[in-house]
Each structure stands twice: as C-alpha cells, then as structure tokens.
C-alpha cells in the first residue's frame, strides 16, 4: 500500500445501499438451482438414503423427532466418499477397475456395477465429520479395492458377482467402521474442548437473543474486523 495519511490507507470499503438490488441476482439461475452437487447433485441419494443424517456424528438426527427438515440444518450435509481414490479421480478409478474386472460384460451390466459401488461408497456427511474422516488413511483406494477382489473371485461366473459386491461391501464397512470410531474419538476431545474453553468465552460475546443477520449486517460485521485488523499495530 502506498504512503498517505488517513488511518485506513489503501482500503476504500463503501457498503451497498440497502435498497439495492441482490448481489446475487446477476447470477444465472439455472447455475445456483443445480449447485452445490454435494447437495442437489450426486448427493441427493446419499441424503434421502439416510434420512438427512451424517453417519458418523449423527447430526439432523433430531428431524426424526421434529416436524419438519430445517434448511440452515440440511445446507451443512455433504457426501464422504468412504474408500477414497488414488489422485481424486473417484469416478474414473471406478470406471477403470470395474472395466477390468468385469471385461466379459455387457457396457449396461457394467453401468449398473460402477453406479452401484458409488452407493455403497457414499455416505452423507456434515462438513465437520467429513474433513476429520477425509484425513484418514486407508489401506485401500477404490480401484485397488475393486481390483483385489476380482481377482480372487470369479466375479464373472454364475453368483460370482454378487461374491464379489458382497466382499466390496465388507471392506467399504471396515473402512467406514474405522474412520468412525477415529471421528468420534476427535469429536469427543473437541466437545471437551468447546465446553470447558470455547464455548463460555463465545457466550461472553453474546448480548442476549438476536435475530439472524441480513447480508447487510454482514457486510458491516466484516468491515469492523477488518477496520480493526488494519488498525492493529503490526508487530
């Protein structure tokens, strides 16, 4: 930033007039209906298979008991895909191995192989549970997963292939068994943590029940922390 003298030098934040148009509305409508996919896209089954509820922490388990799915509840959902894959390429690892082991059959059979082990490999998440569950290894990727048992099974023989997805399924569970017991055990240190620390010193900050803020409480919220970040003397 350039030398000058008044005290916010270099930032120059002028807040939107509240009788403004969205922000938002200069976005195209069909790319904000299709978005997020974790949402509305491949997550959508994942979500309606579980009823909403992340399976590690159990998170929105409370709308069994409630009469209705609350947004801001349903927005923190996402998917943990269980076995991960080797370089991020999820879709094209599956695709791959279920193309080797299963050569012999039909493209249609394959499709329904490849869309059936995405199921059994996606969970619903909350974003908590799913960045804690992300970082844990497993011993398997997805194409070595598919890959292994094919080759101990006659995967293409009479009821050999319903072996071979049974198996699958055993190890995806193991993999999830273990990334869940590894994220309850975090979750547990952070909830001790949040109680004994976090949590009363955010209680202190709080004057009593307030509405949830408009985008233009926002926007005022963020100019005051960075007012005062860039008023702080810079060790």
Same mark, same amino acid.
């Given at each position: 930033?350039?030398?000058?003298n008044n005290e916010n030098d270099g930032i120059d934040i002028v807040l939107p007039d509240p009788g403004t148009p969205h922000r938002w509305e200069q976005y195209d409508t069909e790319d904000l209906e299709c978005s997020p996919q974790s949402l509305l896209g491949y997550g959508k089954k994942a979500h309606q298979r579980s009823g909403g509820v992340c399976l590690y922490c159990g998170y929105g388990g409370s709308?069994?008991?409630?009469?209705? %799915?609350?947004?801001?509840?349903?927005?923190?959902?996402?998917?943990? $895909?269980?076995? @991960?894959?080797?370089?991020?390429?999820?879709?094209?690892? %599956?695709?791959?191995?279920?193309?080797?082991?299963?050569?012999?059959?039909?493209?249609? &059979? +394959?499709?329904? %192989?490849? &869309?059936?082990?995405?199921?059994?490999?996606?969970?619903? #998440?909350? $974003?908590?549970?799913? #960045?804690?569950? #992300?970082?844990?290894?497993?011993?398997?990727? !997805?194409?070595?997963? !598919?890959?292994?048992?094919?080759? $101990?099974?006659?995967?293409?023989?009479?009821?050999?292939? +319903?072996?071979?997805?049974? +198996?699958?399924?055993?190890? %995806?569970?193991?993999?999830? $068994?273990?990334?869940?017991?590894?994220?309850?055990?975090?979750?547990?240190?952070?909830?001790?943590?949040?109680?004994?620390?976090?949590?009363?010193?955010?209680?202190?900050?709080?004057?009593?029940?307030? @509405?949830?803020?408009?985008?233009?409480?926002?926007?005022?919220?963020?100019? &005051?922390?960075?007012?005062?970040?860039?008023?702080?003397?810079?060790?």
């Amino acid at each position: 930033m350039g030398e000058g003298n008044n005290e916010n030098d270099g930032i120059d934040i002028v807040l939107p007039d509240p009788g403004t148009p969205h922000r938002w509305e200069q976005y195209d409508t069909e790319d904000l209906e299709c978005s997020p996919q974790s949402l509305l896209g491949y997550g959508k089954k994942a979500h309606q298979r579980s009823g909403g509820v992340c399976l590690y922490c159990g998170y929105g388990g409370s709308w069994q008991v409630e009469p209705e %799915i609350k947004f801001d509840a349903w927005r923190q959902l996402t998917v943990e $895909h269980i076995v @991960p894959s080797c370089k991020g390429q999820l879709d094209r690892d %599956i695709k791959n191995a279920v193309a080797a082991v299963f050569q012999v059959r039909p493209m249609d &059979h +394959q499709r329904k %192989i490849i &869309h059936l082990v995405k199921d059994l490999n996606e969970v619903t #998440s909350c $974003h908590l549970c799913n #960045s804690m569950a #992300s970082r844990c290894t497993s011993r398997n990727y !997805i194409g070595e997963a !598919i890959n292994l048992f094919g080759e $101990h099974l006659q995967a293409d023989a009479a009821g050999g292939i +319903q072996q071979w997805i049974e +198996q699958l399924r055993r190890d %995806i569970w193991e993999v999830w $068994h273990f990334k869940s017991d590894l994220v309850r055990a975090k979750l547990m240190v952070l909830r001790n943590s949040f109680e004994k620390k976090i949590g009363p010193a955010l209680q202190v900050s709080l004057a009593g029940t307030r @509405p949830l803020p408009t985008p233009l409480d926002l926007d005022n919220k963020l100019k &005051h922390i960075m007012d005062s970040l860039i008023n702080t003397p810079l060790p």
